[in-house]
Every structure is written in structure tokens, then in C-alpha cells.
């Protein structure tokens, strides 16, 4: 079995220049081929305020409104999607950047409205992953980049999650390859003091989880609150699906996640060995 790395990065990171740099030459030195995944960070959001399109979120989610979707089409495929792709060129790591519609390799359909009445607008929940046709690229190629549009086979694009996309993509591809999950962004992993960069938690199970999501911090907050409990949901999906090994932790320290020697490990057991 190929060893392969499906690494996701948040906007957060995209949003500095440095960091991002910084990152993408780590990224290029990852042995073996590999998966990045990406945000949108701030560009879409400065690009609808610069054209005064309003924008909503729900639950920390984006609503995504027609404007809005030709807005991230735009961001996330487009500049965002070239410009890292570019920057990998240049670390000599060839590339191929595309979105979920591209080679279908991304079926998705349009979200139903929620039990609690919360319409999403065209943001997509994924139906399939071409395994295939992405361990064909990869024949040809070092690496791919997945910018967070899908498409639902008539003709429609959709945004989607781009955590959820990392977690679709390697369980698609652990069928046939041993696979390992790594979500970077700007900590050092999951936190029980999000103001403590040291208060990370080494390893999480559902059991953890689930208490955690009752417990709160000193200031009376939930520990585990916004855009990381969709980034929970899915890396314990991803380790119960099959995936060899999902890390959350922090993008300037990739060489130390993908060894297993920081951020903070998901297991299905706290007696699983990863």
C-alpha cells in the first residue's frame, strides 16, 4: 500500500503570508505523495464587503447565497487555489490544483434545510469521492491541491466544508492506500485554555469528546465550541472509517505531526496505538 499524506490548512494560514511560506516548504519536503486541502481564509469575506454582498453565518458555518457562491468559487479555485500552487512549483513539488468539479472528482448535493429551519444556500454535503481518478493523478504528480468547491453532476457548484473534504478524501483513499489525516492551523492542537498554547490535549476519543463538549474554561466558555467541533466531528469520523492516523495541530510544526510527536492524536479507543 502507497503511503500518502492528506493534509488540510486553514484560513488562518492563508491569510499570512509568511506562515503560509513557511508551511508550503514543509509541505514540499513531506515524503511520498500527498493531499493538501484548503480554506478560504479572510479573501472571500474582504472580497463581499469590498462588493457589499452581506454576509451570515449559522452554527459557524457560512451561509452560502448565489453571490456569495460565485464569490468563493472565485477565491477558493481561483486565487487561492493557483497561488499555492504556484508557490509549490517553485519548491520544485509539481503540482495539480483543481476543486471537487474538476475530473468529478467530487459528487455532492445542495443541503437540505435543518430541523431547526437554518438554510445554508448552495453549500454542498459530499455524496462520493473519485478514489480512483485521484490515485490516477497521482501517478503524474507529486502532490494535489483541493480547493473547497464541489459540484452536484448537473451542472450546479457547491460550497463544502474543507474539513469535511479532508476526511471524505482519505477515507476514500484508504481503501487501497495506508493513510494519514493531519488538520494544520494556528495552534498547537485542541486546547483545554485556548488563551494556554501549552494546554493541549495529547489524545481525544468519542468518550473525551462528548465530555468535553460540557465542559467550560475558567471564563464560563465551552471548551469545545465554533468551527472546532465540525473539525472534531470529522476526525473522529475519519479514525472509525479506517484512516491509519488523524492529527490536529499546529502548521508550523508539520514534520512533528506527521511523526506523531505533537498536536493532538484521535483515537476511536483510548487503548489504540497509533
Do not use: W
Not at 106 to 127: E, F, N, P, Q, W
Not at 161 to 185: H, P, Q, R
Amino acid at each position: 500500500m502507497m503511503e500518502l499524506s492528506v493534509i488540510k490548512i486553514g484560513g488562518n494560514i492563508i491569510d499570512d503570508e509568511e506562515n503560509l511560506q513557511s508551511f508550503l516548504v514543509s509541505f514540499a519536503a513531506v515524503p511520498g505523495k500527498k493531499i493538501l486541502v484548503h480554506g478560504g481564509g479572510k479573501l472571500a469575506s474582504d472580497l463581499a464587503a469590498r462588493l457589499q454582498i452581506p454576509q451570515q453565518k449559522a452554527e459557524g458555518r457560512r451561509i452560502t447565497n448565489k453571490e456569495t457562491l460565485d464569490i468563493v468559487t472565485m477565491v477558493y479555485a481561483g486565487l487561492i487555489n493557483k497561488k499555492i500552487t504556484a508557490k509549490l512549483q517553485s519548491l520544485q513539488c509539481n503540482v495539480l490544483g483543481l476543486s471537487g468539479a474538476d475530473a468529478n472528482i467530487i459528487l455532492a448535493h445542495k443541503r437540505s434545510v435543518t430541523a431547526s429551519g437554518i438554510d445554508y444556500g448552495y453549500v454542498g454535503d459530499i455524496d462520493h469521492v473519485s478514489s480512483q481518478t485521484i490515485h490516477d493523478l497521482l501517478r503524474n504528480f507529486d502532490a494535489i491541491v483541493i480547493a473547497p468547491i464541489t459540484h452536484d453532476g448537473e451542472g450546479q457548484l457547491l460550497n463544502t466544508n474543507a474539513d469535511t473534504i479532508a476526511k471524505e478524501v482519505a477515507i476514500g483513499m484508504s481503501n487501497t492506500n495506508s493513510v494519514k489525516l493531519i488538520y494544520c492551523f494556528e495552534k498547537n492542537g485542541v486546547l483545554m485554555d485556548v488563551e494556554d498554547d501549552k494546554s493541549v490535549i495529547p489524545a481525544i476519543t468519542p468518550e473525551l469528546y462528548t465530555a468535553l463538549l460540557k465542559e467550560k474554561n475558567k471564563k464560563g466558555e465551552p471548551i469545545i465550541a465554533d468551527g472546532m467541533i465540525p473539525k472534531l466531528t470529522n476526525a473522529l469520523a475519519t479514525v472509525e472509517a479506517g484512516v491509519k492516523a488523524v492529527v490536529i495541530g499546529n502548521a508550523m510544526e508539520l514534520g512533528r505531526l506527521l511523526s506523531g510527536a505533537g498536536g493532538t492524536t484521535i483515537k476511536k479507543s483510548s487503548n489504540d496505538v497509533v
